[in-house]
Nanobody, 126 residues
Framework: QVQVVESGGGLVQAGGSLRLSCTAS????????MGWFRQAPGKEREGVSC??????????ADSVKGRFTIFRNKANGKSTVYLQMNSLRPEDTAMYYC?????????????????WGQGTQVTVSS
């Protein structure tokens, strides 16, 4: 059974930092990329960052470049991806979702082979 579980959200003041974590299991972790998406109230879900299956390629939305960093490790059949978020802004407030997919894309997640986590809330106060 595939599981994708996020943690690390919370409330932080503008300019502060948070680190999100996500662990995927029950899938061939050596083949899967992982990524982060977010959705703010009243807005469409957007891709934030992703890292490919090897960890050799990373992608970021323009709005987070230079502030967010994605990295991952694999062990014991599980893949854990982290999103280090620095210099947070009120506009970063959203529900953050982790996804595992054969493809690393900020455009979305494959319906056939992608998996979503349940989401973790990030709130940045001004």
């Amino acid at each position: 059974q595939v599981q994708v579980v996020e943690s690390g959200g919370g409330l932080v003041q503008a300019g502060g930092s948070l680190r999100l974590s996500c662990t995927a299991s029950g899938l061939p972790v050596d083949d899967y990329g992982m990524g982060w998406f977010r959705q703010a109230p009243g807005k469409e879900r957007e891709g934030v960052s992703c890292i490919n299956f090897s960890g050799g390629a990373t992608y970021y939305a323009d709005s987070v470049k230079g502030r967010f960093t994605i990295f991952r490790n694999k062990a014991n059949g599980k893949s854990t991806v982290y999103l280090q978020m620095n210099s947070l802004r009120p506009e970063d407030t959203a529900m953050y979702y982790c996804a595992a997919d054969l493809f690393c894309s900020l455009a979305g997640v494959s319906e056939a082979v992608g998996y979503w986590g349940q989401g973790t809330q990030v709130t940045v106060s001004s």
